[in-house]
């Protein structure tokens, strides 16, 4: 009898996602976190981030062209976009499909990440040689506050707000994103999971709306993702996000079109209790 191999991500003390391994590609410690690539039998190669799924061959489109044609489609001509986090580089595939686009920056504090998904994902990593990339591996919150009146749009693809991503979910960061960005400039945030992180999700929503003049949440399914229900907070300094501005569409899009773009913003009952209550619910445990 083989011997089976199982992944196990514990979304909550009470609750894993198991997938079936079929080989380990990569397990080291750098001095940020431990990376990790599996093959594994229903997604694919995973990316693995002390012990965190952040990406699959199997569903990683949505996740990264809903983050991406969101706010780059709302923003009538985004030029110059700035990714803070997105070390396997699939946001940045995404923004690359907009000619218009002249620059691109990605802030990552850990190279290792880039290395990782440049050896064992390159469908994901595929656009970290387009020319209108820098690259840049620093702290995103430090990187941030030195910057002004720069970027179209800025986009935070970041792990979960724990150790060295605790930072980019806090108000001080987001006051550095609104110095960051241009007049007319947008921010989008994940902001994990409206069923299992109802507290966070609202502190950070509300966060944003503090320091933009809009703020608005929308979902997207991401089976491998905490609950499979995912979120991302758009927060605007001009145009409204319900209606895409950009006439321009990529071709060859699996996951995001202009009809999930407005439907992702019409929010359950109780996503839309969640943002307008006093406290948080606790996430459910029977
Ligand atoms: N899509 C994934 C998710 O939603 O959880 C995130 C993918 S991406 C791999 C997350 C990246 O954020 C990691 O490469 C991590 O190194 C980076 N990161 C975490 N904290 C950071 C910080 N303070 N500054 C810059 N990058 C950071």
Known sequence: MEMELWFTEKQTPALGLSLKVKETLLRRRTEFQEIA????????????????????????????????????????DPRSVLVIGGGDGGVVREICRYPQVEKIKLVEIDAGVVEASRQFLPEIS??????RLEIIYQDGREYVSSRNNEFDVIIVDSTEPVAIAEGLFGTPFYQGVFKALREGGILVAQTESPFYNGTLLQTTFRRIHSIFPQAFLYLASVPT????????TLGTKIVSPMEPAG????????????????????????????????????PPAF
């Open 225 to 232: 993702y905490p609950s499979g229900l995912w979120s991302f």
């Open 247 to 282: 006439d321009y569409l990529p071709t060859g899009l699996r996951y995001y079109s202009p009809e999930i773009h407005r439907s992702s913003f019409i929010l359950p009952p109780f996503v839309q209790e969640l943002l307008r209550c006093e406290e948080a619910p606790e």
């Open 126 to 131: 595929s656009a970290l040689e387009d020319p």
């Open 37 to 76: 690539v599996l093959d594994t039998v229903q997604c694919g190669r995973m990316l693995v981030l002390d012990g965190m799924v952040q990406t699959t061959i199997a569903d990683e489109y949505i996740y990264h062209e809903m983050i991406a044609h969101v706010p780059l489609r709302t923003h009538p």
